[in-house]
Every structure is written in structure tokens, then in C-alpha cells.
Nanobody, 126 residues
Framework: QVQLVESGGGLVQAGGSLRLSCAASGRTFSSVSMGWFRRVPGKERELVSYIRWSGETTYYAALVKGRFTTSRDNAKNTVYLQMNSLKPDDTAVYFC???????????????????WGQGTQVTVSS
């Protein structure tokens, strides 16, 4: 069982930055690939970024590429999402999610994420 707790959301003006953190419980974090998703009311949850358990592979959605960076600190059981040059369209609830240990399948498959955090609200004002 893995428990995930996000933090770092809040209200920021357009052009500003936020760093989200996702702290994980359990001793298998270093073997778990992590995704960041966001959800806007009335829309499907979308994958924003991903980092493989080894850290060697990352993915960013086209809308955030070049502005967002994901990283992980396995010693702290934490994954981060640094968000720069924020836009009002980035306003959403952001979730971190974990796949099974050593999962090698697609990061696009939302069903492959077994554990989810509670979400943190990010609001970008214009």
C-alpha cells in the first residue's frame, strides 16, 4: 500500500511559479514510476508529466513542455512538479499518482496508476 500526499498548491498570478510536492509512504518508492495529472471541472483528468522509477525517462504534455519540470528525490520519497510561467489555463486540481513497482507499460494508461493523492488546487489569475 502506498499513500500519497500532495502539497504546494495555491493562488498565483499569471507568469508566476509554484512547486508541487508529492510525499509517498512505503519502502518501494524508488521502484515506482510517478505521474502528475490535473483535472478541470467538466473535463477528463489529463496526464501532465511522468517520471519513471529510475528517473531516466520523463514525459510532459505539449501544453506544459518547457514550463514544467518533474523530478524525484528517492531518499525523501518525494516527487516534485516545478511549474513556471503559469497561465490561467493551468488552473486545475493537480494529483500525483503511482504505478506498480517496476511497471514497464505505458504512462498514458490512467488505469495503470494504482495509487492517487487527494489533489491540490492550483489557481492562476490573469
Amino acid at each position: 500500500q502506498v499513500q500519497l500526499v500532495e502539497s504546494g498548491g495555491g493562488l498565483v498570478q499569471a507568469g508566476g511559479s509554484l512547486r508541487l510536492s508529492c510525499a509517498a509512504s512505503g519502502r518501494t518508492f524508488s521502484s515506482v514510476s510517478m505521474g502528475w495529472f490535473r483535472r478541470v471541472p467538466g473535463k477528463e483528468r489529463e496526464l501532465v508529466s511522468y517520471i519513471r522509477w529510475s528517473g531516466e525517462t520523463t514525459y510532459y504534455a505539449a501544453l506544459v513542455k518547457g514550463r514544467f519540470t518533474t523530478s524525484r528525490d528517492n531518499a525523501k520519497n518525494t516527487v516534485y512538479l516545478q511549474m513556471n510561467s503559469l497561465k490561467p489555463d493551468d488552473t486545475a486540481v493537480y494529483f500525483c499518482a503511482a504505478q506498480k513497482p517496476f511497471y514497464s507499460g505505458s504512462y498514458y494508461d490512467i488505469q495503470s496508476y494504482d495509487y492517487w493523492g487527494q489533489g491540490t488546487q492550483v489557481t492562476v489569475s490573469s
